[in-house]
């Protein structure tokens, strides 16, 4: 039996949330696509080298964050500090 798409995705593959100091890499492969959500995170570094339908950055301090090819909006909201570089 065949699960349906909406029970085959977990949440926690397409974030990167409530974190310091962590280097957090998304190879290709790892999003496939999918919305991606940055949030709540201090000092840390993320790079998303697979491509997204959109990357939400919210609540983030002193961060570098790499964001590959996307095929719609990159949202940063209250975001302090950050270094960001959209493909």
Do not use: H, W
């Not at 280097?23 to 790079?47: Q, R, S, Y």
């Amino acid at each position: 039996k065949k699960k349906d798409k909406e029970e085959e995705v977990d949440p926690t593959l397409y974030s990167a949330k409530s974190m310091e100091s962590k280097t957090i890499i998304k190879n290709p492969g790892d999003i496939k696509g999918e919305g991606f959500t940055i949030d709540d995170l201090k000092d840390c570094t993320v790079a998303l080298f697979d491509y997204s339908a959109q990357v939400s950055v919210d609540n983030c301090e002193n961060c570098r964050i790499f964001i590959g090819p996307c095929e719609g909006s990159v949202f940063l909201r209250t975001c302090v500090g950050c270094k960001v570089i959209v493909a």
